[in-house]
């Protein structure tokens, strides 16, 4: 039997009454587990298997497949929190999709920046606006796709002005643009926001502060690589778009009553 530390990225129903999940482990990157008859055996897994769970899993390893025996998750937090508040929730549903997208392999680092990135979730009562460019960014980075941002990843030349290329991997200097024509422009503030971002620590997230204009073309141009480094648009992000909107409606609505 092996154990392991693990958060819950995808869980799902399988036949009567078992559930398979997926779990980003701290020994073992991404592991599938066939937990049986979960649906039945509360007192053994309990809400364990709910999505972004932390877990202390017990498992047996199967011998030639890719889906092992889970024996017993021990909850290590359930991160209520998180769980009460609709933003918060989408949120991490969110990075649970994109760390399943990038990531296979074992990476401590990357474990506990998934651990800090949820606990600060669940206590930080103002959410930043840079939070989800943030946790994107340095998500990307962490996956080995951190993009060059201090002189064209091309060439290798410092430039005053500079396009965005997915493909190449960061900027780009106008000699370079015809390397990657489906480049996309990209300003000197997004530049030294995007990497700030990179360098700061989540919890002093607060202090950056950007403009509506600024912050639109940070999202824009780290979700256009993003996209490109998965191969399609994340499902959740729909969700946080709508979420946010509604919250910003029910806000609006709340102070407009007298
Ligand atoms: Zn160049």
Known sequence: MEQTEGIVLRSFDVRETSKLAVFYTRDFGVLKGLAKGARKKQKYFGSSLELFSYDYISFYKSRNGEVHLIGKCEQKNFYAGIRENILKSTFAAYWMEIVQELIRDKDEKLFDFLLS?????????????????????????????GPVLNYCVS????????????????????????????????????????????????????????????????????????????????????????????????????????
């Open 117 to 145: 990135s949820l606990a600060y979730l669940e206590k930080e009562p103002v959410l930043s606006p840079l939070l989800l460019p943030f946790f994107e960014l340095n998500l990307l980075k962490l996956a080995g796709y």
């Open 155 to 258: 060439c290798k030349k410092e430039s005053d002005t500079y396009k965005f290329s997915p493909i190449l991997g960061g900027i780009i200097c106008p000699d370079c643009y015809h390397k990657d024509y489906r480049s996309i422009d990209i300003l000197p503030n997004t530049i030294t926001l995007m990497n700030l971002l990179t360098k700061t620590q989540m919890d002093k997230l607060s202090r950056i502060s950007a403009t509506p204009k600024l912050l639109g073309q940070v999202k824009g141009v780290i979700h256009y690589y993003l996209f490109h480094s998965i191969g399609k648009r994340p499902k959740m992000l729909r969700f946080i778009d709508e979420t946010i909107k509604e919250k910003i409606f029910a806000e609006v609505s709340s102070s407009t009553v007298p």
